[in-house]
T-cell receptor, first 115, second 113 residues
């Protein structure tokens, strides 16, 4: 019953360092998403992947890259971390939305601080 | 573009009080509408949904009705409990692909004994 698993749960980086946030889902979902959550701003979509092998930019993609490694895994990479990227990052997955009534399933988040 | 507006919080209620969290949306077509809940330290989880006009979604005592004429999807509960303290997000997704979900800013609810 794992659902969506994110690693790590917490991370502190120095400005300029790089790191990759990992996400895996075991529900055989086609679509996967990366969001960031900042106080007073709700969730903002960074990148999403509608199916294995495809990725698309969301609302705030600058400074990030993604890889849809296979159907299960969708990683988010910060090449050169900046303090503005301090946030809580959520990965989510969903069934293919042909009818639009399939909810997103979220991981517990990665709390990232950039010093 | 599509958007979701929620009443600003935080909202503080006493246990057993009636809850309403307002949500209105802007969309070009016929979106599906959702309420998600986020408990402290956790990710969002689906609370309820509605996919067409006049549908009522319900779960755990919470209800919301899809009102196309007023473009609203207000969340209600007749008697809140301390365990309902969380952040509530209204959201929509729209065709043709429904791949993207638009979230509102969230409304923080605190229920005091």
């Amino acid at each position: 019953n794992a659902g969506v698993t994110q690693t790590p749960k917490f991370q502190v980086l120095k400005t300029g360092q790089s790191m990759t946030l990992q996400c895996a889902q075991d529900m055989n979902h086609n679509s996967m998403y990366w969001y960031r959550q900042d106080p007073g701003m709700g969730l903002r979509l960074i990148y999403y992947s509608a199916s294995e092998g495809t990725t698309d930019k969301g609302e705030v993609p600058n400074g990030y890259n993604v890889s849809r490694l296979n159907k299960r895994e969708f990683s988010l990479r910060l090449e050169s971390a900046a303090p503005s990227q301090t946030s809580v990052y959520f990965c989510a997955s969903s069934e293919r939305r042909d009818r639009g009534n399939q909810p997103q399933h979220f991981g517990d988040g990665t709390r990232l601080s950039i010093l | 573009g599509d958007s979701v507006t929620q009443m600003e919080g935080p909202v503080t209620l006493s246990e057993e009080a009636f809850l309403t969290i307002n949500c209105t949306y802007t969309a070009t077509g016929y979106p599906s509408l959702f309420w998600y809940v986020q408990y402290p330290g956790e990710g969002l989880q689906l609370l309820l949904k509605a996919t067409k006009a006049d549908d009522k979604g319900s779960n755990k005592g919470f209800e919301a009705t899809y009102r196309k004429e007023t473009t609203s999807f207000h969340l209600e509960k007749g008697s809140v409990q301390v365990s309902d303290s969380a952040v509530y997000f209204c959201a929509l997704s729209e065709g043709p692909s429904y791949d993207k979900v638009i979230f509102g800013p969230g409304t923080s609810l605190s229920v005091i004994p």
